[in-house]
T-cell receptor, first 111, second 111 residues
Framework: RKEVEQDPGPFNVPEGATVAFNCTYS??????FFWYRQDCRKEPKLLMS???SGNEDGRFTAQLNRASQYISLLIRDSKLSDSATYLC????????????FGSGTRLQVQP | DGGITQSPKYLFRKEGQNVTLSCEQN?????MYWYRQDPGQGLRLIYYSQIVNDFQKGDIAEGYSVSREKKESFPLTVTSAQKNPTAFYLCARRPLPYEQYFGPGTRLTVT
């Protein structure tokens, strides 16, 4: 079983749509959580951290359910520029503190 | 940029040759990481360093070597022992105990 699992997609949605991505992680000791965005042939860029209370940044909302080991990302009012691959990422706060990445969910927003 | 530079952007080598990828950061951060990404897959950790003159193996260190003689530099050598070296290589810095920021990456093609 992969440590971080995501639906690979692609999710094809029209402009203005609301889309949700889900992610599950297997290590209950994981302590910090992120969504990164990766454009084609570019490096991943931090989109947002995910907090237990849930957090919002403009059109983006992230949720964490520690009991179910589940993370979500909601994008409202999708823009063409949102087309990218979204990576679910978890981190241990002990030891090497390396990030563990999901394989990513590809989003294509269509006009 | 994310405060971290990688060069070159594209690199082509013949099988059997060692090649060194550069990673430099100018933000005085202690922790640096090397990841590898293959098409359709998440990033995998090769090596990491949390302090000058010290580094540790990640999950896929075989066929790779690193050095950390200066805080700002963390070069990665892909040796001829690496069986599948063609990949996208990403270097990251970690300013806090949590998120990481990536350089633009080096695409290595070995034929």
């Amino acid at each position: 079983r992969k440590e971080v699992e995501q639906d690979p997609g692609p999710f094809n949605v029209p402009e203005g749509a609301t889309v949700a991505f889900n992610c599950t992680y297997s290590n209950s000791a994981s302590q910090s959580f992120f969504w990164y965005r990766q454009d084609c042939r570019k490096e991943p860029k931090l989109l947002m951290s995910v907090y237990s209370s849930g957090n919002e940044d403009g059109r983006f909302t992230a949720q964490l359910n520690r009991a179910s080991q589940y993370i979500s990302l909601l994008i409202r009012d999708s823009k063409l520029s949102d087309s990218a691959t979204y990576l679910c990422v978890v981190n241990m706060l002990t030891g090497r503190r390396a990030l563990t990445f999901g394989s990513g969910t590809r989003l294509q927003v269509q006009p | 940029d994310g405060g971290i530079t990688q060069s070159p952007k594209y690199l082509f080598r013949k099988e059997g040759q060692n090649v060194t990828l550069s990673c430099e950061q100018n933000l005085n951060h202690d922790a640096m990481y090397w990841y590898r990404q293959d098409p359709g897959q998440g990033l995998r950790l090769i090596y990491y360093s949390q302090i000058v003159n010290d580094f540790q193996k990640g999950d896929i260190a075989e066929g790779y070597s690193v050095s950390r003689e200066k805080k700002e530099s963390f070069p990665l050598t892909v040796t001829s022992a690496q069986k599948n070296p063609t990949a996208f290589y990403l270097c990251a810095r970690r300013p806090l105990p949590y998120e990481q920021y990536f350089g633009p990456g080096t695409r290595l093609t070995v034929t």
